[in-house]
């Protein structure tokens, strides 16, 4: 099983995995968040973002998926510095299509896992009028 940890801007966070636990019931085991505030220096947060990825290697988690909300903003710059770890990966782009997908798969291997919630953002972006139209 793999650990999710979202890095997102302030308060961000917090409502997706509201959101998964409103979905689901309950929030999955190994699931965490690091949200940076407005005047915050990301690799500031570095030391007590290791400590959770850590924490959820420690409780037996195989890897852990990372999850941003956009490319190249400070959350995606903190995440960034976790990829020397090992079995750690990083997307960027959260929506709830790849938070559920990353969920539902947390048994496969890592990059497996990284995958389903890449393609499960992906298909979550529609057109609804011409979803509509092909009807």
């Known amino acids: 099983m ?18 998964i636990t409103h979905i689901l019931g309950s929030l999955p085991p190994n699931v965490d968040f690091v949200e940076l505030k407005p005047d ?3 690799h500031h947060l570095l030391e007590g973002t290791l400590h959770k990825i850590k924490t959820m290697q420690t409780n037996g988690v ?4 990372v999850l941003t909300d956009i490319f190249g903003a400070s959350p995606c710059n903190l995440a960034n510095l976790l990829l020397k770890e090992n079995n750690v990966e990083v997307l960027s782009g959260l929506n709830l299509g790849m938070l559920l997908r990353a969920v539902g798969y947390r048994h496969l291997d890592l990059h497996q896992m ?14 609804v009028r011409d979803f509509l139209n092909k009807g």
Not at 10 to 18: G, V
Not at 114 to 127: I, P, R, T, Y
């Open 2 to 19: 793999n650990g999710i940890l979202l890095i997102t801007h302030f308060e961000m966070a917090q409502a997706f995995l509201k959101t």
């Open 40 to 42: 915050c220096i990301p």
């Open 62 to 65: 195989n890897g852990v998926l």
């Open 114 to 127: 990284c995958q389903k919630a890449q393609n499960g953002a992906l298909e979550s972006v529609m057109n």
